[in-house]
């Protein structure tokens, strides 16, 4: 990879260089390198365990790692909490969504960060100003709702899952991590769903996408990695790799020698 920052490609948006993770005794990471470059759409899969959703934790700021370091725009941070990495333009979509049910789509999208006035040290929300930029916002990504008035316990699957995305892109995220965000989706919403993702990539954002669903990364990804147990197993770009390929890194096989990763030393 050194060799591609040689040849002069751009430098990565975002790097995790030796994260390492232990929860107790368990290792979930164990000195993983990822790069992410700016407007790329990279794929992370792995085996279920294989640490695709704690790597995604940790570039996040959700989980603080045991070891290694996170450099954003050729700069180290620490991320204390999602918070801080929002703060640098990294936001991600949760595989639970983390919705709140109750409240309408445009509250939804801008919640704890709503816009508004500050009085006193308090945030007067500006709700005609909320649903307006909910609305332009939804339209710029091509995503459409009834009303932005509706609550989100309304939506389906694939809208809800919309609307998770609107709400990480917002504030210009730079950065979009997204943990399986098709899985529970029907086949016509998970078109939508890729169709947003390229259209986040259009706006320049990047995206790591975690996915087991191999017809999604090799339509909207340009990279994919492979994690096995914990560590970094392959990468390449969606080019030059095939699915079958990358299904064997996912059972920790490379090649036609297809010999399992735990035999090899
Ligand atoms: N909060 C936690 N406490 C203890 N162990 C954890 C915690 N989170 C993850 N692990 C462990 O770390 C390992 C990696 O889990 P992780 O959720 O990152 O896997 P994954 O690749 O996202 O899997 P899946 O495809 O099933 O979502 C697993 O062994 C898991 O049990
Ligand atoms: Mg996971």
Known sequence: MSDAADRGAPAPLLEARGITKRFGAITALDGVDLRLFPSEVLGIVGDNGAGKSTLMKVLSGLYAPTEGEIVFDSRPVVLHSPRDAQ????????????????????ENIYLGREPGRRVLGFTVVDEKLSRRMAMDHLDRLNITVKSVDQGVEELSGGQAQAVAIARATAFEGRVVIMDEPTAA??????GKVLDLIKSLKDHGASVMLVSHRMDDVFFVCDRVMALFHGRNFEEASIAETSRNEVIGWIMGTRGHAATPAHERA
Not at 93 to 99: E, F, G, N, R, T
Not at 185 to 190: P, Q, Y
């Open 87 to 106: 703060n640098i333009g990294i936001e991600m979509v949760y595989q639970d969504l983390a919705l709140a049910g109750n409240l309408p789509i445009h």
């Open 185 to 190: 989706l029907a086949i016509r919403e998970v």
